[in-house]
Nanobody, 116 residues
């Protein structure tokens, strides 16, 4: 079992930045992949960014060039640096982990609101 706790959400003006953190209860070095998803009101949950145990990264087209995913294995933490935020980035952001057996784990979510 892996427990995930997100933090760092909040209210920011368009063009601003936020950094989300996801702290895992287990060593993330043994986790196959970790990622960030988001869900806006009335919309499906969508992938934002994912990072593999080998440090391979993938981003949604809508955030490429603005968001950066990274991991600190020593702290069992994954980060999502979000720059040049837009109102359409407003959503609940969820941390996800997939272990070597393909099991999915989710955090409770953190709200990000981009508004002037």
């Amino acid at each position: 079992q892996v427990q995930l706790v997100e933090s760092g959400g909040g209210l920011v003006q368009p063009g601003g930045s936020l950094r989300l953190s996801c702290a895992a209860s287990a060593s993330i070095g043994s986790i196959y992949a970790m990622g960030w998803y988001r869900q806006a009101p009335g919309k499906q949950r969508e992938l934002v960014a994912v990072i593999s145990s080998g440090d391979s990264k993938k981003y949604a087209d809508s955030v490429k060039g603005r968001f950066t995913i990274s991991r600190d294995n020593a702290k069992n933490t994954v980060y999502l640096q979000m720059n040049s935020l837009k109102p359409e980035d407003t959503a609940i952001y969820y941390c996800n982990a997939v272990d070597g057996l393909g099991r999915n784990y989710w955090g409770q979510g953190t709200q990000v609101t981009v508004s002037s």
